[in-house]
């Protein structure tokens, strides 16, 4: 049975609805998972004729269980009032994000869809009185998390991953933000990640020093002898092979990357301004550290491009591979441990030693 995809519109006057539409373009997309937009058809429908996009039929339905396997399903959930701007960041828009983001959460906890992908919010439009995040993963932590679960943004494709210890905080609280213990939480989560979502055994992680040229020895700070390095020697206790900390332009610029299996960056731009400008157009926004499978594009709202049909679709149709990919990988996982077989010992004391494999 194929899996749910639930999407997002995002801002309905950026340029989700065009690569939402450009992807899901793709009818080989249909044979890996039933894709179910939950927006607007009447908007989408605007934007397929402003841009002179193909035609192609939406399913309209109330519920992902009426959703059809072989078509590209949406949900209406904001009330036909509302209408697009495109290239305007409005109240309008936020709240029409925000509807959307909340009934597809729902439905994604409820298990009526497997996974979730997010077209681009602008964070400044959706906040209100209910809804006071600086972005996706903090919502998604305080939606999501079952047993007190914390979130971690890991951007990636194919050569790298880039995990974040601070998010959308501002750069002058960085400092006073980051702990050792925050630090070691973050490296167990992006390892637990690694191993559970992208399949790899014993990854080898980097882990980025906060001052330039590592601090030098602390001539210009003390955050790596004081919090980073202490952080690294603990998380190497618990059999995690984290190393550094690494100076970040020199990392970077070195190549050193294609040595790891994942960077832990401590700040916003230090890890995903150098993603951005290796990924080019095929990154992928995932949330770890939670129950839920959420993917997005690695890029923003667009609205300079929102009237033009000049957004690539690319990252978006990778964000929907990658939410079927870390789903299954979970799936796989744990059906592996399900049934684990007990210990296998020799019997030293007998002449008939025998070796016990029996499952559970």
């Keep these: 049975m194929k899996i749910k995809i639930a999407i997002t519109q995002g801002d309905i006057n950026g340029i989700g609805y065009q690569v939402i539409l450009k992807a899901l373009e793709d009818n080989r997309i249909l044979e890996l998972c039933t894709p179910v937009i939950y927006g607007s058809a009447r908007i989408a429908a605007q934007y397929r004729k402003l841009l002179g996009m193909p035609d192609f039929r939406l399913n309209i339905i109330d519920s992902p269980a009426d959703a059809r396997p072989d078509a ?135 882990v980025l020093a906060l001052n330039p040229h590592s601090g030098d020895n602390e001539l210009i700070g003390s955050e790596e002898k004081d919090i980073i390095t202490p952080a690294i020697e603990e998380a190497r206790q618990d059999k995690i092979m984290a190393f550094g900390p690494y100076a970040a332009d020199g990392f970077f610029g070195a190549g050193l990357f294609n040595k790891f299996d994942g960077v832990l960056a401590m700040y916003h731009d230090q890890g995903l301004a150098p993603f951005k400008a290796l990924a080019m157009d095929n990154g992928v926004n995932f949330t770890a550290g939670l129950s839920a499978v959420r993917t997005s594009p690695d890029h923003g709202t667009g609205y300079d491009i929102a009237t033009e049909n000049t957004a690539s679709e690319a990252s978006m149709r990778e964000a929907i591979y990658a939410a079927i990919d870390i789903y299954r990988s979970r799936r796989n996982e744990a059906q592996a441990h399900r049934n684990p077989l007990h210990r296998q010992y020799h019997d030293h004391g007998s002449k008939d030693a025998t070796i016990n494999m029996t499952a559970d």
């Design 72 to 206: 590209v399903n949406i949900i209406n959930v904001i009330p036909d009032n509302v209408t697009a701007n495109p290239g305007q960041a409005t109240p309008e828009a936020g709240a029409a994000a925000v509807a959307a983001l909340e009934r597809a959460v729902t439905d994604l906890r409820n298990g009526q869809v497997q996974a979730m992908v997010t077209a681009p919010i602008n964070k400044k439009t959706v906040q209100s009185d209910t809804f006071i995040f600086p972005g996706h993963t903090e919502y998604l932590q305080s939606s999501l998390s079952e047993n007190g679960e914390k979130a971690l943004m890991i951007l990636f494709n194919d050569r790298l991953r880039v995990a974040l210890v601070t998010t959308h905080v501002p750069v002058s609280r960085i400092a006073e933000a980051l702990s050792k213990e925050l630090i070691v939480e973050k490296i167990r989560t992006f390892a637990r990640s690694l191993h559970q979502d992208f399949s790899i055994d014993n990854p080898r992680i980097a």
